[in-house]
Structures are given as C-alpha cells and as structure tokens.
C-alpha cells in the first residue's frame, strides 16, 4: 500500500503563494497519474490538478493559471505551486493517484484569509 505525506500548507493573504508538497512510499509512484484535490469545511472532495506520467497537465477552470503541478519521479514526490490565492481556495489539500487509488493522507491545511 502507497503511503501519501502531504506538506506545505499554511495561513496565507489572498493574492499570496504557497507550494505544496506530496511524498509517495513505494516505487508504483512513477507509473501512475497523479493528482491533488481539496475538499473545503461542509463540501465534497475536488480534483484540483492532474499530471501524468509524460508529465501533461490539468485543470478545472476555478485554478487554471494560477495553479502548477509538478513531479519528481526521482523523488517520488508532487508538488502544487498555488499563486494569487483566493478565499475560496481554503481547503485541506490532498494528492492521490489520478484516477484515486489508494488511501488518503492526512492532507495539508490551507487557509487564505486577511
């Protein structure tokens, strides 16, 4: 079973940057499809970028331009580049393979707010 450790969250203004970072265990990380999601207090759970083995992204229309996945398969770690942050971004922040295949992490918190 792949074990997800996500990082990098915190308080921020809007308009502002975060980069976050998501560990893989196991070395099936490289031969899947990997994705980040959000799910905000009271709401569903939403995928928030994708990218794929060849490394073509993705992006529902509420982040795209300002939001930027990334991998390192060397690494076994996804990164979500996150800039001029809205209100509406926060949310905890999981990765996962796309599609889901395996348990979630613990997530990471984001919160934009003045």
């Known amino acids: 079973q792949v074990q997800l450790v996500e990082s990098g969250g915190g308080l921020v203004q809007p308009g502002g940057s975060l980069r976050l970072s998501c560990a893989a265990s196991?070395?099936?990380?490289?031969?899947?499809?990997m994705g980040w999601y959000r799910q905000a207090l009271g709401k569903q759970r939403e995928l928030v970028a994708v990218?794929?083995?060849?490394?073509?992204?993705n992006y529902p229309d509420s982040v795209k331009g300002r939001f930027t996945i990334s991998r390192d398969n060397a690494k076994n770690t996804v990164y979500l580049q996150m800039n001029s942050l809205k209100p509406e971004d926060t949310a905890v922040y999981y990765c996962?393979?796309?599609?889901?295949?395996?348990?979630w992490g613990q997530g990471t918190q984001v919160t934009v707010s003045t």
């Open positions: 196991g070395s099936i990380f490289s031969i899947n499809a």
């Open positions: 996962n393979a796309y599609p889901v295949k395996w348990s």
């Open positions: 990218i794929t083995i060849g490394a073509t992204t």
